[in-house]
């Protein structure tokens, strides 16, 4: 096995570190047994993973405060657990139930939660980033001091509609984050084959506005990131972008068989930069946390998506008539009614 990289002395306290422990494994564990669930057809449809990818959630969610808006892109369940939504109804939404976030009709990539202030969920590739613009759009004009993340792929990263977005952002001094999360693929595409300048987080310098690169394998960094990044939206500077350069261990969904790539490749990230192994290492060098108390959270985390499995499995499937709700015509036509 490789060595991973020596660890950095954290600059945090040790209940900020278990906490990104803790949310960092609820996430992996959660898309671990979405996983799982899917294999048993218990999923249908889309469902793509986040593994891999939890320090970006973790970290940004971190810099966040109450009231601040999230909207994504279908890579989405990591960025509910993060900012609060409930395990068993984001799972239960998983397996098509009433239980879930949206009564089972919209799946993994079509769940919103008011309370927490999570807009989705978006399937279509970069509709997200305009969508996050007009978010944050709405708390300029009510002119109360809420941010955005706006999260995004690399290879949304080169949609036309990004670019209209950054002008209208800055010229609005929006206060809105752009989150290019790099994961270095765009389904198979890999970001060398499709990507011409790949320094992603310079694109916004034609429009003058600031970003940069962070490491996001490395919550601690991600955090910091993003406090820079938040501080300067509430402070009415307008949009930040951040490139967070991270990997995903599987494939880009469910039904990928992942040969753009060879298993070395996956293999030494996950050995040498996994984010969740990086916490552990600080939390035990630290002395912040003993092998027991990591055990007795990896027992409290399991518990918890194990809940949320039975529930997601218990849960009824929604009845027929909920096809007419929650829908925008309030009456249908006669003919088809
Ligand atoms: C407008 C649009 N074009 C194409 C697709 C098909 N598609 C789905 S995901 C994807 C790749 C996006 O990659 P990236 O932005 O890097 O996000 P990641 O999947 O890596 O999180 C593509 C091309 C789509 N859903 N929407
Ligand atoms: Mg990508």
């Avoid at 060098?285 to 990896?298: C, N, P, Q, R, W």
Wanted: glycine share 10%; net charge negative.
């Amino acid at each position: 096995m490789a060595a991973r990289k020596s660890v950095k002395k954290p600059n945090v306290s040790a209940d900020e570190l278990l906490e990104y422990y803790r949310e960092m494994l609820l996430i992996r564990r959660f898309e671990e047994k979405a996983g799982q669930l899917y294999g048993m057809g218990l999923i249908g449809g889309f469902c793509h993973l986040y593994i891999g990818q939890e320090a970006v959630v973790v970290g940004l969610e971190a810099a966040a405060e109450e009231g601040d808006k999230r909207v994504t892109s279908y890579r989405d369940h990591g960025h509910m657990l993060a900012c609060g939504m409930d395990p068993n109804g984001v799972m239960a939404e998983l397996t098509g139930r009433e239980g879930g976030y949206s009564k089972g009709k919209g799946g993994s990539m079509h769940m919103f939660s008011k309370e927490k202030h999570f807009y989705g969920g978006h399937g279509i590739v970069g509709a997200q980033v305009p969508l996050g613009a007009g978010l944050a759009f709405s708390d300029k004009y009510k002119g109360n001091d809420r941010v955005t993340f706006a999260y995004f792929g690399d290879g949304a990263a080169n949609q036309g509609q990004v670019y209209e977005t950054y002008n209208m952002a800055q010229l609005w001094d929006l206060p809105v984050v752009f989150v290019i999360e790099n994961n270095q693929y765009a389904m198979g595409t890999s970001v060398q084959r499709s990507t011409k300048s790949p320094a992603l987080w310079k694109r916004g310098e034609a429009y003058g506005i600031k970003g940069e690169e962070v490491d996001g394998m490395d919550v601690l960094a991600v955090k910091e990131a993003g406090e820079r990044a938040v501080a300067h939206c509430r402070a009415g500077k307008g949009p930040y972008i951040l490139e967070v350069k991270t990997y995903r261990y599987r494939g880009h969904s469910m039904s990928d068989p992942a040969k753009y790539r060879t298993r070395e490749e996956v293999q030494k990230m996950r050995e040498e930069r996994d984010p969740i192994e990086q916490v552990r290492d600080m939390l035990l060098t630290g002395k912040h946390a003993t092998e027991d108390d990591l055990k007795a959270i990896d027992k409290e985390i399991k518990d918890i998506v194990n809940k949320s499995a039975d529930f997601s499995k218990e849960s009824p499937e929604p009845a027929l008539d909920e096809l007419w709700t929650d829908i925008y015509a309030d009456e249908l036509p006669q003919e088809t009614a």
